[in-house]
């Protein structure tokens, strides 16, 4: 994750704490006013009646509470709404940053990739110029056995000719299989029998450019 990103994110999840908070405040004060509400309700239809022992006084605190707790919860709401504004507004501020820095990391990743698609043109030009190789080798064994056989039969003697060596099997096991490159893609590593070729400490490994 790129830096702007995962400030992106860092301030967008502090801001999501902060409203949670907000509102959870705001759920409570909003409780909490609503049960003074009822409580000054309940107070105020007693108030007067025959009877009752509901008092001015106690009229008085029930509707000052009430009155005190929804300007609280007013205040919470104010506030709650103030951090929903502000967050809307910095992560708008943030976009442009935001689209300049992706913009930055994908064009030099796409680069790097270009790079590396050079490098296995590059890599496939060597393969096949070492098939080429491995051919023209190919052909001189042969020309040996068909040589030595032509002089063996000016003597009319009996020549064993060495086990044949075809390169195709062997040229056939150099092909990529789409399975393979799914291994690569999905568990980032390469097949087994191949495994020999990158490790550090085998004989047989590929060459780490400095």
Same mark, same amino acid.
């Given at each position: ?29 909003? &409780? ?12 105020? @239809?007693?108030? @007067? ?27 919470? #709401?104010?506030?709650?709404? +103030?951090?929903? +504004?502000?967050?809307?507004?910095? #992560? ?12 930055? +990391? ?10 590396k698609i050079e490098e296995m043109h590059r890599l496939k030009a060597e393969y ?14 042969? +020309? ?28 056939? &096991? ?13 568990? @980032? ?15 047989f490994h590929l060459p780490r450019k400095k």
């Open positions: 994750m790129y830096p702007e990103l995962k400030q992106f994110n860092q301030i967008s999840k502090d801001y999501e704490e902060r409203i949670k908070e907000a509102n959870d405040r705001w759920k409570i004060l909003h &409780k909490q006013k609503e049960m003074a509400s009822s409580e000054y309700e309940s107070l105020l @239809g007693q108030y @007067g009646r025959r009877n009752s022992r509901v008092s001015m006084e106690a009229l008085h605190e029930s509707k000052d509470e009430y009155l005190r707790l929804l300007a609280k919860e007013r205040d919470a #709401m104010e506030h709650l709404d +103030e951090l929903k +504004e502000t967050r809307r507004d910095r #992560m708008k501020d943030f976009v442009n940053t935001l689209h300049q820095a992706r913009d930055r +990391e994908v064009d030099a990743a796409t680069r790097t990739m270009k790079k096949l110029m070492i098939v080429q190789q491995i051919h023209q080798i190919h052909q001189y064994v042969n +020309e040996i056995e068909e040589s030595t056989l032509k002089a063996f039969q000016t003597m009319d003697s009996r020549y064993q000719q060495k086990t044949d060596y075809s390169i195709y099997p062997a040229l056939a &096991k150099m092909e990529i299989s789409h399975r393979e490159i799914q291994q690569v893609f999905t568990a @980032g590593k390469l097949p087994s029998e191949l495994t020999k070729y990158t490790d550090p400490y085998s004989s």
